[in-house]
């Protein structure tokens, strides 16, 4: 079984995925959902949606904020269906430093 880190590199590097295609083949995976299952197909495209639309309100791209922002959206998201034992803590981001385009105290995940 592949721990999360190295299954979101292999599909990356085999299929080009994003850190938001992420975000739907998790929770697609967890509820065993295919596009054959009209209604959990159709909440897990607003779950991914809902992710979209928070990481869009930031002006700038970041791929650690868009990757952290999908993670904490697919847990909240599985806690309202069921999967109360899903447990994450504050995500703070140790990056800053190394990206000259950081947000700063404007992003969710900074902390100086």
């Known amino acids: 079984m592949y721990r999360i880190k190295e299954f979101r590199a292999f599909m990356r590097t085999l299929h080009g995925f994003t850190d938001e295609d992420f975000d739907g083949i998790v929770l697609s995976t967890v509820k065993k959902t295919t596009p054959l299952h009209e209604k959990e197909r159709s909440q897990v495209m607003e779950a991914v949606s809902d992710t979209l639309t928070q990481i869009a309100k930031y002006p700038r ?5 868009s ?3 999908a993670i904490q959206k697919a847990v909240q998201y599985l806690k309202r269906e069921g999967y109360g ?3 994450h803590r504050a995500i703070v981001c140790p990056w800053h430093a190394q990206n000259k385009m950081c947000l700063g ?3 969710l995940f900074f902390r100086n």
């Open 61 to 65: 791209r970041c791929c650690k904020r």
């Open 67 to 69: 990757s952290y922002i």
């Open 85 to 87: 034992a899903l447990n």
């Open 105 to 107: 105290s404007s992003c």
